[in-house]
């Protein structure tokens, strides 16, 4: 085991699994339907964010947009369009996300799952990809008041699991994941999705790897 790390949480969105790409195909496709401008600006700034934040910012792009549909209604037709491709193609996984979980697992160390994405939507996936199994606890969205960047839910994963702060490490692709991270006193590697680092994300996040393998090497 790494140092004095004993417990390792996870991000699933963009860190796991490689949905967010997913997800931004039905923004994209659905935004020129309605004729909505910029929408890459809303779904960046909605990365790692739970769908109470997703849906106020939404609101706000359609007022702006004058588009005749609001913020829940689009998100709604967003995770359905979303639904179906995974129903037709499948979860696409992260490269190399069930071994460094296996491998993490076999180290030693406690593993927890803290993701924005509802919790009704979280453990299904999870089953489906056969990753739930590694995972000592799970928190997910409707299981905390405020979303990342607060710190929230990684201080309440690391509380569920039985360790301390300064004995995490959380794996994160996003601004927001990362800071909340950095909040919680926690060593946070920022595995990069959609959007690279800048030069916050240098200074917040303890290591900066490209995928999940070197995640494996550097902590096994």
Known sequence: MYDNITTVIFDMDGVLFDSENLDKKAWIELAEEYSIANIMEAFEECIG???????????????????????????NKTLNYFDRMV????????????????ELKEKGYKLGLASSTPIDRVVPQLTDTKLIGYFDDIIAGGMFSKGKPNPEIFLRSCERLGSVPSECIVIEDSFNGIRAAYSAGMKAIMVPDIIGPDDEMRNKAWKILPDLKTVAELLC
């Not at 769908?51 to 947009?65: A, P």
């Not at 129903?87 to 490269?95: A, Q, R, V």
Request: charged share 25%.
């Open 49 to 75: 964010t739970p769908d109470t934040n997703i849906i106020s910012v939404l609101d706000r792009y359609m007022l702006k947009s004058g588009a005749p549909i609001s913020g829940a209604e689009f998100r």
């Open 87 to 102: 129903e037709e193609d499948g979860m696409p996984l992260k490269y190399y996300a069930a071994e460094c979980l296996n």
